[in-house]
């Protein structure tokens, strides 16, 4: 019993449960202070992705040696083909069930959160762009030069950010969940938007959860392995994502349920979740694709042509590719797309903003629990291609 009550699975959901229960009978004054520590811890974990990032992508890199260039080719591809698989599938569900369905697009009425009394702002050392692409960069060009001094010190870094995930963000990251969920249950999202929100957002999950299992069974196919082994090892990792919003913020929680899995290798846990945490949002574009659907046919009485909708998935795939993992961030780098390929007008990208953000946890689920399976397809692109397995020394 004292094991379960200090997993942490147990503290999330404990997390949720809580702040759901304190929003509703909450009042302006314990409010402030909700939203003003959500606020802190935020930047906290924020703060500390892009080192998560370069500490776990760069040294992996200078590991894989002569092999990392094509293990970064075949990530790439994997993350496109994932999202634009993803995007197709959400596309021919639309054209199936969006003309039978009667939403209600009203998401109005939502109580006010109150400002932050105290506003303590910690600025990243770099955005989480800079430090994938920072990290990729260092780790091939010591590859290339065969830099021992750089490849030891990646090496210590990366133990000194191990210490900063074990020791101060997995912490506090029930905590920061409890405070959002508080803050979502005050303002009214989780009651008064509820019939929109399981309208379209179940038939979401739905996707979400097809699109996860077809992608386990691919990778177990692939791999040779039993794709359970690692999904069994995701729950606390999908929680996370519910309660952060954000494939970066889940990061640490990610890298230890990956760890946890026999049939993944550490090299390539090390190497592909962090990478695939930024490059790969199937769930975010399976979402996005069947509510631009699903907006355009409330707003604009028709569901967009086919050849229009290919184009826009095809190029939404791309822009998942480059899109922060932050929330929302799929949605945002996409707004040109939007604007320019389906023609949405000011109320329309407003209305998909704000749907969007309603299921914008479960999409971020889908994306973290779907790194699993891509990076299990990687192990079994290394064993397969006989890329040599790099000891790693310290665990999660």
């Known amino acids: 019993m004292k094991k379960i009550v200090g997993s942490l699975p147990f503290k999330l959901v404990l997390g949720v449960v809580i702040g759901i229960l304190v929003g509703q009978v909450a009042n302006e004054g314990v409010m402030n202070v909700v939203v003003t520590i959500k606020y802190i811890l935020n930047q906290v ?12 992508i760069a040294p992996s890199i200078t590991k894989l040696g002569n092999n ?15 999202s634009l698989g993803a995007a197709l599938f959400s596309m021919a569900a639309g054209y199936g ?13 939502l109580k006010e959160l109150p400002k932050i009394v105290f506003q303590l702002d910690i600025p990243q050392i770099m955005p989480v762009m800079s430090a994938l692409v920072f990290s990729v960069l260092i780790g091939l060009a010591a590859t290339w030069t ?15 950010v191990l210490d900063i995930v074990t020791k101060i963000v997995i912490p506090i990251l029930p905590i920061f969940i409890g405070f959002t969920f508080c803050a979502l249950s005050y303002e009214g999202t989780i009651t008064k938007q509820l019939p929109v929100f399981i309208q379209v957002v179940l038939i979401v999950m739905i996707g979400h959860f097809i699109w996860m ?11 040779g392995e039993n794709p359970w082994t690692v999904v069994k090892n995701y729950g606390p990792a999908y929680i996370t994502a519910v309660g952060t919003m954000s494939s ?15 049939s993944l290798r550490d090299d390539m846990v090390d190497f592909g979740v962090p990478l695939f945490a930024n490059i790969h949002l199937c769930g975010s574009v399976l979402t996005e694709v069947f509510f631009v659907m699903t907006v355009s046919k409330i707003l604009y009485g028709n569901i967009p042509s086919f ?23 799929t949605v945002m780098a996409s707004l040109g797309l939007i604007t320019g390929v389906l023609g949405f007008d000011e109320t329309g990208t407003a209305l998909m903003l704000t749907i969007f953000a309603l299921q914008d946890s479960f999409g971020t689920a889908c994306n973290v629990t779907g790194d699993g399976a891509l990076t299990l397809m990687l192990t079994g692109y290394a064993k397969k291609h006989h890329v040599e397995k790099q000891t790693i020394s310290v665990d999660l």
């Not at 990392?68 to 993350?79: C, E, I, N, T």
């Not at 299992?213 to 791999?223: E, K, P, Q, R, T």
């Open 45 to 56: 974990i924020n703060f500390c992705v892009p080192l998560i990032i370069i500490g776990f």
């Open 68 to 82: 990392a260039s094509k293990m970064l080719g075949v990530a790439l591809v994997l993350a496109y083909v994932s």
């Open 97 to 109: 069930l969006i003309p039978h369905l009667s939403i209600d697009a009203n998401v109005e009425g």
């Open 146 to 160: 065969k830099a021992k001094t750089i490849t030891t010190v990646l090496e210590e870094f990366q133990k000194i």
């Open 213 to 223: 299992a077809l992608l386990y069974v691919l990778a177990g196919i692939y791999s």
């Open 248 to 262: 970066a913020a889940t990061l640490a929680v990610a890298l230890r349920c990956a760890k946890k899995s026999e």
């Open 307 to 329: 050849g229009t909708m290919l184009l826009f998935c095809v190029l939404l795939g791309v822009f998942a590719i480059g899109a922060p993992g932050v929330p929302g961030g």
